[in-house]
């Protein structure tokens, strides 16, 4: 499985602004910076994970529609709970923010396509398996398992301290990545529990939760703490743990 961490900066800041991630082309994990790759790597992409609504997750949605979109009958597909498909329906494709584009597919060849995940129920896109799990953040937000068969990875952001996608990773035995956040430092604990996000410490904790190491990805880290965080990061000293870097690909 490869993975990539896409960019959302143009000065090769290591911060992540937005978040997005690529699995082998043709699925994205969020569209906070997906509309800014290159438009021939957007036009592979056929289906889009939505973890929940927050602007950093889907920013850049409707500029890739915009970019991918050609007349026909086919058409990307976006993932969601029933919460991020209402969000989008009735916040961006609304003829204000962004033309109505489910108006538009009415009328038209179709722009995209939303389809409604459901809590701990897996779906088959092509030949990966993807198993959304509800996550502790301060909106509906999902994590996902993502298993091409050969290779798993489970990705843990938005959250704050959690356990169903934990038990659900452990009974993978495909897994062999982690996609988690750190957001704040440890000091800002306070804010991370109201936030319901987490701190290396709490990151830590959750990690603890696997039985099993495996490689360990940290994303999600805020910009105005980043120096911070990432010097907690490596004061843990997990063998097994990578600061994420915008525009990097990894294989699994």
């Avoid at 584009?101 to 701990?120: G, H, I, M, Y």
């Avoid at 120096?227 to 525009?247: D, F, G, K, M, W």
């Amino acid at each position: 499985m490869k993975i990539k961490v896409i960019g959302s900066s143009v000065d090769g800041n290591p911060c992540q602004y937005a978040a997005s991630y690529v699995i082998n082309d043709h699925l994205a994990i969020d569209a906070g910076s997906i509309g800014f790759m290159s438009v021939a790597a957007q036009k592979q992409i056929q289906h889009i994970l939505i973890s929940h609504s927050h602007l950093d997750h889907i920013g850049s949605l409707p500029i890739f529609i915009d970019n991918v979109y050609a007349p026909g009958p086919d058409c990307v597909k976006v993932y969601g709970s029933e919460s991020v498909v209402d969000c989008l329906k009735s916040n961006f494709f609304n003829d204000c923010v962004w033309p109505d584009l489910l108006r538009l597919s009415r009328e038209e060849s179709p722009f995209l396509d939303f389809v409604t995940l459901e809590n701990a129920a897996t779906i088959q896109l092509g030949d990966i398996k993807v198993t959304p799990i509800a996550l502790d953040h301060v909106i509906p937000t999902f994590g996902f398992v993502i298993d091409d068969g050969e290779s798993a990875m489970a990705v843990v952001s938005d959250t704050g301290p959690t356990e169903k996608v934990w038990e659900v990773a452990n009974q993978n035995e495909h897994l062999k990545c982690v996609i988690i956040e750190a957001a704040f430092p440890n000091s800002m604990a306070w804010l991370a529990e109201r936030a319901k996000h987490l701190t290396p410490e709490l990151m830590h904790r959750e990690y603890d939760k696997l039985d099993r190491q495996v490689p360990l990805m940290v994303v999600h880290i805020k910009p105005a703490y980043y120096e911070e965080v990432t010097t907690e990061l490596r004061a843990l000293r997990l063998p097994l743990l990578e600061i994420s870097a915008p525009n990097c690909e990894y294989e699994i």
